[in-house]
């Protein structure tokens, strides 16, 4: 067979028809080369094969096989169902028949193509129908008695379950030229029912029905439960969306309302953010003209006290100065002399103004140089500092002067948070408002007290203050959910007490405040003392600003003791005139030093008893006051300085002491008045009657104040010595 011959064959296995030259050339080479039925009806076999679980009839050459192929690629899928096993006597027309018709094969071709095959269709044929046939028919045994029943079958398996076992038919649809064959599965052995199945009776299915039927019940009561629980959280639903929609117009005020309070008060704290340096700048200015103005003061004492000693230490060595010149050869000594014979002129003025003060007060017999304070200013000073002062108040006031109302009132923006008080209150509460008002009310209160010292002598009483007036009874008109003591607000302005005024304070003792002056020292005490009163929760140990202000007032008294107290060594030839100008700077320093024990002892109740003991009785009694009375002669003048020295003690720290002694740091002062007792006892032993009883009068007078210091054994050692009987009308007159 020529290669054109087998380019015509492929072209008609890959369209499905052949043209008519094909046509020709197929039957004539008939002998050598199936044609397109015979492969088409080759294929139709084999297919017929597969799907019926049966093997191939024919097993075709190498040639047809791929060709076969071929066709079961392009076109096998249109045609697999066009053929059908048919067991009925109805003649149709067979496939072959078909494409020979459409291939344009006459009839007697056709017969001629079945001549040499129908022999093995036909055998194909039969095998396939006795296959169909052989499969066993089930076979169902119905029971005689209708009310009998296998209990194995029916408690064993479920429902349902004796329905799915396999079973094998072979279907053939007759007269249905497009219904399809179906495969034949192989045959299946079926159980047969086992004799030790028990059969069910009337009773045991009413039983069962009985069961059944409780636990439906069972279940029906499960889901009535579930059926109302259901209900109540619908209710609940609704009662809560009723809730929500009524709210939703609240929710919208309150929400419209922080709204705005967020945008007020970002508002102000940017005001703020601008105004505070400005503020502070002011303060720390007064602060300034303040330090100035004591440092003037403290440094004008300081350097009377250099004259004084250095005047007087001159009289004991002449030695002759050096001249000290400055760079343009000029004599600094002559010019400090000036200054110092100006200082002079001016110290004694001032001392001369007090005396006759105090001479038209009828004060001077009782008054002893050294106790007074001399904080006398001169006029110039004084215009200085009250020009400067005017200055800092007008700024002050000029602050806020561009600023609405409404961010720097302080009712104002009050009113604000005690809306949202009382409006909101737990959001109120959730958002600490009450923790940062005293913060955000700080620089409006620090502004209203520039000026304001308790140091100085008509210091206005804060607590008649603008803002103090304002915030008194801010959060007292509405009734808040929480009790007292956890409302934040209730604490307000102790708050500000804390962080305001303890602060600023701190500041002026430590840059304003002068220890040797009783007046300041006494108003700064009672400051003190007001506080620790109306304001316990403020002034305590564990508070952070008061610590701060305690560690100041100390260090202040320390370094007054280092820097003011001086108490001068004389011989005793200079000390003999007591009208000469070393005796009377003597006395001076010397009172001028328990004044400042006094100033110290004050603090009793609000400085640590330790630490007072320590300042008060190691630094100042047994350093310089007690140093002082050992080294000058022993006169009736020196009881009245040990009284003086004794009154300043607090009554109430030797009240509480047991047994005779008292205590340890004043055993050395109790040694000195019992040596004073009788250094005066043994000075009138050659004197008159006057003189002896004017010594037992004093003597007496030291054992009072032995009594007050509770040293008792020095009390009898004294009484004993000198003959003094009436001790307890002594004690109890002390």
């Not at 140990?541 to 007032?553: A, C, S």
């Amino acid at each position: 067979m020529s290669l054109s011959d087998e380019r015509d064959i492929q072209n008609v296995q890959s369209s499905g028809s052949p043209g008519p030259g094909l046509k020709t050339t197929a039957l004539t080479y008939r002998c050598e080369i199936p044609d397109a039925a015979f492969i088409h009806a080759a294929r139709k076999r084999r297919q017929m094969a597969r799907e019926l679980g049966g093997e191939p009839p024919l097993v075709e050459n190498e040639v047809t096989n791929k060709r076969l192929a071929r066709e079961d690629e392009n076109g096998g899928s249109d045609d697999e169902d066009e053929e059908r096993i048919v067991f009925s006597g109805v003649k149709i027309k067979t496939q072959r028949q078909k494409i020979a018709e459409e291939i344009g094969i006459e009839c007697s071709d056709d017969e001629a193509l079945d001549d040499g095959q129908d022999e093995e269709v036909s055998r194909w044929e039969q095998e396939q129908i006795r296959k169909g046939i052989s499969i066993p028919q089930v076979q169902t045994t119905q029971s005689e008695d209708p009310t009998m029943y296998y209990q194995g079958s029916y408690d064993a398996q479920p429902y349902g379950a004796s329905y799915a076992m396999p079973f094998s038919y072979a279907i053939a649809t007759v007269g249905a030229d497009n219904s399809k064959p179906l495969k034949a599965e192989p045959s299946v052995p079926y159980p047969i029912p086992s004799c030790d199945l028990t059969l069910i009776t009337t009773d045991l299915v009413k039983k069962r029905l009985k069961d059944r039927l409780s636990f439906m019940r069972q279940g029906h009561d499960s889901n009535a439960r579930r059926f109302e629980q259901i209900q109540e959280e619908l209710e609940a639903s609704k009662k809560t969306i009723q809730l929500l929609e009524g709210s939703s117009q609240e929710a919208a005020d309150k929400y419209r309302f922080l709204q705005e309070m967020r945008g007020y008060v970002g508002d102000l704290l940017e005001c703020f953010s601008e105004k505070v340096p400005v503020i502070l700048e002011l303060e720390v200015a007064m602060h300034q003209l303040l330090r100035q103005r004591a440092s003037r003061l403290v440094q004008r004492r300081q350097d009377d006290i250099k004259d004084e000693s250095s005047e007087f230490s001159s009289l004991s060595s002449k030695a002759v100065m050096v001249p000290n010149l400055d760079s343009f050869g000029r004599d600094r000594t002559a010019y400090q002399e000036l200054a110092k014979q100006r200082r002079i002129a001016e110290r004694e003025a001032r001392r001369t103004r007090r005396r006759q003060a105090r001479e038209q007060n009828g004060k001077r017999a009782e008054h002893k140089e050294g106790l007074s304070s001399d904080d006398e200013e001169t006029s110039t000073d004084i215009t200085s500092y009250n020009s400067e002062r005017d200055r800092i108040l007008k700024e002050s006031k000029q602050v806020f002067e561009d600023v609405v109302e409404d961010f720097h009132s302080l009712d104002n923006i009050k009113s604000h948070f005690e809306t949202w008080r009382k409006l909101y209150f737990t959001c109120y509460r959730d958002a600490y408002i009450g923790l940062c008002l005293p913060k955000l009310f700080n620089p409006l209160i620090r502004l209203q007290l520039v000026s304001w010292s308790p140091l100085q002598v008509e210091c206005p009483n804060f607590e008649y203050m603008l803002w103090f007036e304002s915030l008194l009874f801010y959060g007292c008109g509405e009734q808040s959910a929480l009790k007292k003591e956890e409302d934040t607000d209730n604490s307000l302005l102790p708050a500000i007490v804390e962080r305001v005024l303890l602060p600023k304070l701190a500041v002026l003792t430590d840059q304003v405040w002068d220890p040797l002056s009783s007046s300041q020292t006494s108003r700064l005490v009672t400051f003190m003392q007001r506080l620790i009163k109306d304001y316990p929760t403020v002034l305590h140990g564990d508070n952070r600003n008061t610590q701060e202000l305690l560690r100041t007032i100390v260090t202040r008294i320390r370094q007054t003791l280092d820097d003011d107290i001086f108490l001068p060594l004389f011989p005793k030839n200079v000390m003999e005139n007591r009208n000469s100008g070393p005796y009377l700077f003597s006395q001076r320093q010397f009172w001028s030093c328990v004044k400042l024990f006094g100033n110290i002892l004050k603090w009793d109740g609000i400085l640590s008893p330790s630490v007072l003991k320590e300042l008060a009785m190691d630094s100042t009694l047994n350093r310089y006051i007690l140093s002082a009375l050992q080294t000058t002669d022993i006169s009736e003048e020196d009881v009245e300085k040990c009284r003086r020295v004794v009154e300043c003690f607090p009554v109430q720290w030797f009240s509480s002491l047991k047994g005779q002694q008292t205590l340890p740091q004043l055993e050395n002062f109790c040694r000195y008045l019992k040596h004073l007792a009788s250094s005066l006892y043994r000075s009138c032993v050659a004197g008159s009657d006057v003189e002896k009883r004017n010594v037992r009068e004093h003597i007496k007078e030291v054992v009072r104040l032995l009594g007050r210091l509770n040293a008792l054994d020095h009390v009898i050692a004294v009484a004993s010595e000198h003959g003094i009987k009436d001790i307890k009308t002594l004690l109890e007159n002390k």
